[in-house]
C-alpha cells in the first residue's frame, strides 16, 4: 500500500507556470505506475499524464504535450508534473495516482488504471 500527497499547486496568472510534487510513502515506489489526473469543478475527472516505473516512458494527452512534463525522483519518492503556459482551462483539481505493475504496459488514461489516490492540489489559473 502506498500514501500520496501531492503539493505546489496554487494561483498563477495565465502564461504563467507552476510544479506539482507527489510525495509517496513506502518503499517500493520503483514498483509504481504514476499518474496525474485533474477535475474541473461540474466535470468528470480527466487523465492529464503518465509515467513509467522506470521513468523512461511519459505519457500525455495532445493538449498538454509540449506544456506539461512528468517526472519522478526515486531518491525522494516524488513524482512531479511541471505545468507551464498555464490557461484558464487547465483549472482544477490536480490528483496523483498510483498503480502497482510487474511491467509498464496496460493502459494508463483511465481512473481505474489506479489504485491509489491522493487528496489533490488546487490549481487556478486567472486570464
Known amino acids: 500500500q502506498v500514501q500520496l500527497v501531492e503539493s505546489g499547486g496554487g494561483l498563477v496568472q495565465a502564461g504563467g507556470s507552476l510544479r506539482l510534487s507527489c510525495a509517496a510513502s513506502?518503499?517500493?515506489?520503483?514498483?509504481?505506475?504514476m499518474g496525474w489526473f485533474r477535475q474541473a469543478p461540474g466535470k468528470e475527472r480527466e487523465f492529464v499524464a503518465a509515467?513509467?516505473?522506470?521513468?523512461?516512458?511519459?505519457y500525455y494527452t495532445d493538449d498538454g504535450k509540449g506544456r506539461f512534463t512528468i517526472f519522478r525522483d526515486g531518491a525522494k519518492n516524488t513524482v512531479y508534473l511541471q505545468m507551464n503556459s498555464l490557461k484558464p482551462e487547465d483549472t482544477a483539481v490536480y490528483y496523483c495516482?498510483?498503480?502497482?505493475?510487474?511491467?509498464?504496459?496496460?493502459?494508463?488514461?483511465?481512473?481505474?488504471?489506479?489504485?491509489?489516490w491522493g487528496q489533490g492540489t488546487q490549481v487556478t489559473v486567472s486570464s
Open positions: 509515467i513509467s516505473r522506470s521513468g523512461t516512458n511519459t
Open positions: 495516482a498510483a498503480d502497482p505493475r510487474t511491467v509498464d504496459s496496460g493502459t494508463y488514461y483511465e481512473k481505474d488504471d489506479y489504485n491509489y
Open positions: 513506502g518503499r517500493t515506489f520503483g514498483r509504481y505506475f
